[in-house]
Structures are given as C-alpha cells and as structure tokens.
C-alpha cells in the first residue's frame, strides 16, 4: 500500500489555492466595484457643478433680459412722450364751467383708480384735440391722460372713466347726446368687454362687447317684455339663442343677422309647436308642425306656408299625403281613411279635390 500523507498535503494545497482565487477575485470584485461607485459620485459632482454654472449664467442672463425690458420699456415710454408732444400746443388749460369741481370729485369717488405703476396727478381742465374738453388726471412728469378723468366730446357726448395713455380704456361710462348709456369695460377708445348699453327707447344690452360692437353671450331686453338670450356677432343676433316675446311666443334655435335662420323650434302662444328649418324668420325647408289638438303637418314649408311636398294628419287618423301650395293642397295627391284601411288617389287644387283618379268616386 501507498502513503497517504502525500496525497492528502496535495489536497490541502489545492483546497489553499482555491481560497487564495477566490479571495482575489473577491478583491478584484471590490475593486471594481468601489471604482464603479467612485465614478457614479465623480459624475454627481461634475453635474452639480455643471448646473451650479448654467444656473448662474441663466441668472445673469435673465439679469440682463431683465435690465433689456426694462431699457425698452423706457425708451417705448420716451418714444410715446416724444410723439405726443406734438400735440402739446393742443393741450390748452382753459376755464369752463362744463365740468365742475363737485362732479369730478363725486366722479372720483366712485371711480376704482388704475393702481399701475405711473404717478398720476390732477391738472386744471384741459383743452385736447378736437376741440374737447378733459378734467381729470394725468400722468406725472408726461403729457398724457393717465388714471380717471372726465372728457366732453363737441357734439355734447360725455365719457367719464379709466384711461390709459391717452385713450379711454378700462371701466367707463359714455353719456351719448340723445341720452342713450353705454356703461362697462372700454379698450383703445371703443366698448371691450362686457358692458350694459340702453337706449332712449328703455331697450337694454346686456353682454359682451368687441370693438364697440355686441359680440359674445348677452341678453337684450325690450319695454314691452319680449327679450333676447343668446349669442351675437359684429352687433347682431348671430349664433344660437332664444327669443320670447311680449304675447308668450318663443323661439329656440339659430340666428343669423337679427334673423331666425336654420334649425329652430318655435312654441307659439296657441300650443301649437314648430319644429324644423327657418329662413328670414319664417318657417322655410323641412319641418314639423302639431297642432294641441293632435293634428300634424310633417313636410316641406315656405316663406311660413306648408309648400312643396308633405303628409298632413288628422285628428280621427285620416292622412292626406301629396303637393302644397301657399298653404293648400295642389296638385296630386291621395287620401288614407283609417276606417276602411284604403288609399284613394286624386287631384287638388287650391285645397280643394277636383277629381278622383279612380272609378270609385266616393269618400
């Protein structure tokens, strides 16, 4: 038999060497891996140090586009003085009784001021371009109408409200010559916003406003008590909207220029009901009409008349189906009775039938 001494010194130095591996590549894993996260922590700080740079630049630069607005705005504000110094020699102070010192203060209590940035001041009244006539205040240090102030025009209409260099913009109110009220929000000299106009009629506008015109939602009101709910457009009834009037009549549907145009339904005061197309505020195109009684006209229309083809129901069942004209039956045409479950066909004219198209001339 063989010693086993040497075999097993062969085996533990194999076993030694094995652990001597492993540790190393345990090693080489941690070495690794330490530079890995080294790298992770070195590409944090380079990139904190990067956003520390561009932030400090950003930071400069909206320094510096601050500073450019602020430049502009001032050379904007020097150029609109420059350019309205022309007019100064317009700018006379005059002495006139046509505003008085207790309107414009009563005016002054009641109006909201502008709170922007301009100092404002008040000066003596003024006479402006075109002859009208301005108390109120300015823009210190600048030649321009600026905070609240009252202006008479030469035909005799008034503004009394905000302005902003010059022109009427803001909250105000115009007194027209005839008497007739505009009151709301301006811009640029003209009606913007939402605002309330009445007139010497006792009408009213309520609404949205677009360059001195009713453009949006609003409502308009008449003395008699009819009223208007709905959309406008370049001052008109444009748009969807509903339509009561002083006798209990109403129509809900399309407007086009003031006019009840398109798909509407009109709920007259008698119950009867109109459902269909419109055109210049007469039923026009296909459309149905009931009658509270049960009656029904299901068919095509014209200038208000049943015109063209339709069906026509009465009140026992019986149907009429056929040609209309202004409002009657014309032409050809036949008639269901529901209680002998037959057609019968014939001519009309006028609404009347003139002949039977059968043998059977009999109802």
């Known amino acids: ?25 345990a090693s080489k894993l941690v070495d690794k891996e330490n530079t890995y996260y080294k790298n992770i922590s070195n590409n944090i700080i380079n990139n904190n140090n990067q956003n520390i740079s561009l932030w400090k630049k950003s930071k400069t630069l909206q320094n510096t586009v601050s500073k450019d607005e ?23 102070e005059i002495d006139t009784n046509k505003i008085t010192s207790e309107e414009l203060n009563n005016f002054l209590s009641s109006c909201e001021p502008l709170n922007d940035l301009f ?28 905070g609240r102030g009252i202006q008479i025009y030469t035909n005799g209409a008034k503004y009394l409200g905000q302005w902003k260099r010059n022109h009427a913009s803001g909250k105000g109110k ?5 008497g007739e009220i505009y009151e709301g929000e301006w811009e640029m000299d003209k009606p913007n916003g939402h605002g309330e106009y009445k ?18 939602k609003g409502e308009e009101i008449w003395m008699d008590g009819s009223k208007f709910v709905g959309e406008f457009k370049n001052g008109k009834k444009n748009g969807v909207g509903t339509f009561t009037s002083s006798d209990g009549n109403r129509y809900e549907g399309n407007f086009v220029n003031n006019n009840m145009e398109g798909y ?28 509270p009684d049960g009656r029904k006209y299901e068919g095509t229309f014209k200038k208000g008349k049943k015109d063209g083809y339709g069906i026509f129901y009465t009140v026992e069942g019986n149907k009429f189906r056929g040609n209309w004209k ?8 036949e008639i269901y009775y529901v209680k002998k479950d037959k057609w019968k066909k014939g001519v009309w004219e006028n609404g009347q039938r003139i002949k039977w198209q059968t043998n059977d001339d009999k109802d």
């Open 199 to 216: 007139r010497k009629d006792g009408s009213k506008y309520i609404g949205q406003w677009k360059d001195d015109k009713q453009e949006g």
């Open 326 to 333: 202004e409002g009657k039956q014309s032409g050809d045409g």
């Open 119 to 146: 100092e404002i001041e008040i000066r003596p009244t003024t006479l402006c371009e075109n002859n009208s006539i301005y108390y109120g205040e300015w823009a210190k240090n600048y030649n321009f109408r600026h």
């Open 1 to 25: 038999m063989g010693c086993s001494c040497k075999k097993n010194l062969n085996n533990e130095e194999e076993i030694k060497f094995d652990k001597e591996n492993e540790l190393n590549e």
């Open 174 to 178: 115009l007194i027209h010559p005839n």
């Open 70 to 92: 602020n430049i502009n705005q001032m050379n904007h504000l020097f150029t609109f003085e420059k350019e309205n110094s022309k007019n100064t020699n317009e700018y006379k």
């Open 264 to 291: 509407g339904e009109y709920y007259f005061n008698d119950k009867k009901v109109y459902k269909g197309n419109w055109k210049k505020n007469k039923m026009d195109g296909e459309g149905v009409l009931i009658w």
